[in-house]
């Protein structure tokens, strides 16, 4: 089982600094302005390797600041393999960017990199402030695909519907996502808070711009009728009677496992959780899987990316932190129980209970999008509060 040590949110400072913090909207002409400043990554021309490792070997460490526990796992991998201290935090995103920020501003950086899954604030807001920087192994150049290298997709992860196989030993109890929406299902659906888990605010945001004609067809096919809403289309419909249908809102994905996969579980509930989460069934003795064939898609994939701090101070050993996360050999740590590596040549390692077909089963996170998500992530964020509330 892994221990993860789970740093606290970052007390408030004086509001002489406040503004330095991570917003969550953006207004038109800046996300407009984000996307057109975003300067290309850094690939270095004469690259070697040896000269490399020599390099963060003079340099002694190397902090990496990720929003799962798994970075620990990795930290110990690349300290075995250099002989280099790495330490590995488990941070959740907010709380990482507005750490970074403010060290940024005062130069006093401790973070060297991070593994960052909220692509809406790294390319509008941490990349254009150049707080962090993108940087592409030369060696490795050839085997990530071009849209995967600015800003570097390390991999990408999903989170999931899932239900508990010992209360229903048939499979998933709900076969569409509109039967979350009926009152049978009135808080049974435990999932984190939207306005605290950026990668569910950013799915419900792609939902807006690219999922409504899947959400409209699911629709029809429930229900023999088309829908019809006041709303702006169905995926705001959706979130509405989502949101109006009392889901159980938790700050983590070990909660919505415990609540939903736990072996003392006594009522059908549907999980809203990361996959990484399927490890329970193992470590803890859980009983989950994806729910397989829910229509449209049984949960959603979100890129996490690698950065490095843009005054770090051990900028060599940041460097091969990257290059070893984007090989199998690190990355593998991360992929766990499933996901896709940023690298072409790295096969997922790992295929999560109920979820053997990564491509066709889930609502995939559109990179082209994200500074668009984060210009869309206050109305999205006032619509579920006001129908939550």
Known sequence: MRRTRKILPIALLAAAVASCAPSTSMDTSAASSATQALPGPSIDSS?????????????GSVLVYDSSGDI???????????????????????????????????????IDATMYEDGGVLVGQLIP?????????????????????????????????????????????????????????????????????????????QLVT?????????????????????????????????????????GSDEDISGAVGA??????????????????????????STCEGLVPFVGFSYPKYVAIASKSRHPNAAKLYVHFIMTEEGVKHE?????????????????????????GQLFHTDPKGLVQDLHNR???SDFWRINHG
């Not at 490399?52 to 003079?58: N, P, Q, R, S, T």
């Not at 590995?88 to 006093?108: C, F, L, W, Y």
């Not at 129980?337 to 690298?343: R, Y």
């Open 129 to 205: 402030r150049g707080v962090v920087q993108t940087w592409v192994p030369a060696d490795l150049k050839d085997q990530i695909p071009a849209e995967n290298q600015n800003p570097l997709l390390a991999l990408s992860k999903a989170t999931v519907f899932a239900y508990n196989t010992r209360l229903s030993p048939d499979g998933c109890p709900v076969k569409n996502v509109w039967d979350l929406t009926e009152p049978e299902w009135a808080g049974k659906l435990v999932m984190q808070d939207p306005l605290g888990k950026p990668t569910v605010l950013s799915f419900f945001t």
């Open 263 to 288: 072996p003392s579980a006594t009522e059908k509930k549907i999980a809203f959780m990361s996959f990484s989460k399927f490890r329970n069934n193992e470590d803890k003795g859980y009983h989950q």
């Open 335 to 359: 992929i766990g129980e499933g996901g896709v590596s940023g690298n072409s040549t790295v096969k997922p390692i790992v295929t999560p209970p109920g979820l053997p077909d990564w491509q």
């Open 378 to 380: 206050q109305g999205i």
């Open 72 to 110: 620990e796992e990795v930290a110990k991998a690349f300290t075995a393999k250099y002989g280099i201290t790495m330490e590995g935090v488990k941070s959740d995103s907010p709380q990482t960017a507005e750490k970074m920020i403010r060290e940024h501003a005062a130069d006093n950086v401790t």
């Open 47 to 59: 690259f070697d390797l040896n000269a490399l490792v020599e390099a963060a070997k003079k340099e």
């Open 210 to 250: 690219h999922g409504g004609q899947a959400l409209e067809q699911a629709y029809q096919e429930k229900y023999g009728e088309p829908l019809k809403t006041e709303e702006e289309s169905a995926a705001y419909e959706w979130i509405k009677r989502i949101a109006k249908n009392k889901p159980v809102l938790t």
